[in-house]
């Protein structure tokens, strides 16, 4: 197991040192979820819907749809020099590879949600910080389920043409439960209502992480190996 | 040591390996000729274990840990230091974080690159990055040596320097196994010849006395008939 995580530290360590001296994939996430942001901001229609209904789907839109850009980084950055063949010839275990891949994109989409988080609050003038604690956390768990599952179909879809577009078409049907717990939650949050009133999508997050997380770590080498 | 016995590999109709069998004892080197698409990367892969054969098993002492790839493509990650592509490889290989630094000194001066070690991979030339690339096969010691055509992008100088390389890692009690199209490249290396066409060996020995230009002869025949 020390070796499982070794490996797996020294794989996020790499991409987190070629995302700081790129910045591509960051800026670029950052950028698109300010840009989502602008749009709901200027594309509704205020005195139609409260901002309060619509705020909880805003957030979750905008944060799946910049991650998605994170994750499909991660195993792009692979193709450079046919660095992953390397990776699969050396004695790198392919659920530290997987477990590696996860901590860096959880690294991204989590600086992309701190990015996106305060300019949702800018933009939509919600009252986020007497809930921010919980709020941190529904974030954080449905984050880890999302990041998962993707991290292991970006590793699917790299070598294939259109993988870009092909991560988004496999990967958001399987990102609508955790989508839906995160929605409930957040809106129970931002109503000022208990979180015990939706236990049922706490554990419904929680159990999607544990799945899926677990899943993805058997899995992942039937993706990589030939 | 190196077994290879019974190897069987096709893509759809294109048969790659074609019942290939030989062994490989410690200071042994093994040169593969063939023309493109006669099956002398895939053999290579399959003895990395980057592919698993239809038929057949291959298999070499101390397993990936002991392995050593040179191939068409340098594995380093252009937006790294030489150095740092070197430690990253290193530490997946498991040499222990105390000798990675000192070994990537050791393998940068024999290679007469020590004055490019902070530099990124992207700045490197074609040549240099291919000499990146032999310093991150060396990092680990491995027994054995993949080589599939090395000495692509070297300069004369820079290929001569690496063919006195290779003999002193075959003297040091190392197995090479070279794959290259070009005969005239790494014959006066190897103790033992392979021609390989369409997948199977149609000649194996050892190399004996011949030098380049009989092998060159024995190739072409080799090739020709049938």
Known sequence: MVELLRQAWAVARKDLLLEFRTRTAIVSAAVFAALVLMVFNFGRDPTAVATIDLAPTILWVTFTFAAMLALNRAFQLELENQALEGLLVSPLNRTSLYWGKLIANLAFVAVVEAVGLPLFVLFFNVPVWHVLAPLVGVIALATLGFVAVGTLFSALVVRTRFAELLLVVILLPFLVPPLMGAVQLTARLFGGRPLSEVVGYLKLLAAYDIVFVSLASILFRFTVDE | ?226
């Open chain 2, 1 to 226: 040591m190196l077994w290879a016995e019974g190897l069987r590999h096709a893509f759809g109709r294109v048969v790659a390996l074609d019942d290939v069998s030989f062994s490989l004892t410690p200071g042994q080197t093994l040169a593969i000729f063939g023309p493109n698409g006669a099956g002398k990367t895939t053999l290579l892969k399959v003895l990395a274990g980057l592919i698993r054969p239809q038929g057949g098993t291959a298999r070499v002492d101390g397993g990936r840990r002991a392995i050593g790839w040179i191939g068409h493509q340098s594995h380093l990650y252009g937006h790294l230091t030489v150095l740092e592509n070197l430690l990253f490889w290193a530490s997946l290989y498991g040499v222990p974080a105390a000798r990675r630094r000192p070994r990537a000194g050791e393998v940068l001066a024999r290679l007469a690159m020590t004055d490019r070690s902070d530099q990124p991979v992207w700045s490197l030339s074609r040549g240099l990055v291919q000499r990146a690339a032999i310093a991150k096969a060396l990092m680990h010691d491995p027994g054995v040596l993949l080589l599939d055509e090395p000495f692509t992008g070297l300069d004369l100088a820079a290929a001569a320097e690496f063919r006195a390389l290779l003999a002193e890692l075959r003297g040091a009690g190392r197995v090479l196994v070279l794959a290259t199209h070009n005969v005239d490249e790494g014959v006066e290396l190897s103790t033992h010849v392979a021609f390989q066409r369409r997948g199977r060996f149609v000649h194996f020995a050892p190399r004996g006395g011949r030098g380049a230009a009989e092998i060159a002869e024995a190739y072409r025949r080799a090739m020709t008939d049938g």
